[in-house]
């Protein structure tokens, strides 16, 4: 079965500068996706970026970017800038293969951004 | 364009009752997926419907239940309440494009079930 694992329950991080969230994941599928969504106090799950296991190029929006690494099947996601609007809780997620259609997502960092 | 929506926004029922809700996908969708959030969890997959039939679902028994209509618009039937059933319930909406083409989940805003 696939799972998801995020390893730090809360993470924080000065208005302007950098943070790093990270992900693990295992398959045994070849063809997948993964993605990062937010999901704010108004718990609207909101897209992040999203990844193609097939891509070797590293996805980026913006100030979001993600490290991929699929032999570790490792799936990092990097905020440049950090604005107080990015505090959110953070998950990453899976999907693929015979699931197609079906998210796994892990249970989440909860980001705090201090001014 | 409206987004996905969910009705209700809250629901307090007792253990034992009977809950239904409601979501209505995003204009132009026509998949609709059901997650559950426990409190401090990510969201759990219940089950997936297309063309009015189930086309997945998760490891959820069968107090949960569900309906697609029609105009693609869907219903979370859950029977017999658990204390353990408190939880937010996502509903997500997509167009099925084919296996060639990504088909992105866009999300609601949740209803939040206590069970008392």
């Known amino acids: 079965a696939q799972t998801v694992t995020q390893s730090q329950p809360e993470m924080s991080v000065q208005e302007a500068e950098t943070v790093t969230l990270s992900c693990t994941y295992d398959?045994?599928?070849?063809?997948?996706?993964l993605f990062w969504y937010k999901q704010p106090p108004s718990r609207q799950m909101i897209l992040v970026i999203r990844?193609?296991?097939?891509?070797?190029q590293n996805a980026t929006e913006n100030r979001f970017s993600v490290n991929f690494q699929k032999a570790a099947k490792s799936f990092s996601l990097k905020i440049s800038d950090s604005q107080l609007g990015d505090a959110a809780m953070y998950f990453c997620?899976?999907?693929?293969?015979?699931?197609?259609?079906?998210?796994?997502f892990g249970r989440g960092t909860q980001l705090t951004v201090w001014p | 364009d409206a987004g996905v929506t969910q009705s209700p926004t809250h629901l307090i029922k007792t253990r034992g009752q009977q809950v239904t809700l409601r979501c209505s996908p995003k204009?132009?969708?026509?998949?609709v997926s059901w997650y559950q959030q426990a409190l401090g969890q990510g969201p759990q997959f219940i089950f997936q419907?297309?063309?009015?039939?189930?086309?997945q679902r998760g490891n959820f028994p069968d107090r949960f239940s569900g309906h697609q209509f029609p105009n693609y618009s869907s219903e979370l039937n859950v029977n017999a309440l658990l204390l353990g059933d408190s939880a937010l319930y996502l509903c997500?909406?997509?167009?099925?494009?084919?296996?060639?083409?990504?088909?992105?989940?866009?999300f609601g805003p949740g209803t939040r079930l206590t069970v008392l």
């Open positions: 997620a899976y999907e693929g293969g015979s699931t197609l259609g079906r998210l796994y």
């Open positions: 398959t045994s599928e070849s063809d997948y996706y």
């Open positions: 997500a909406s997509s167009l099925e494009e084919g296996a060639t083409v990504y088909n992105e989940q866009f």
């Open positions: 419907y297309y063309e009015e039939e189930e086309r």
């Open positions: 204009s132009g969708h026509d998949t």
């Open positions: 990844q193609e296991a097939y891509k070797q």
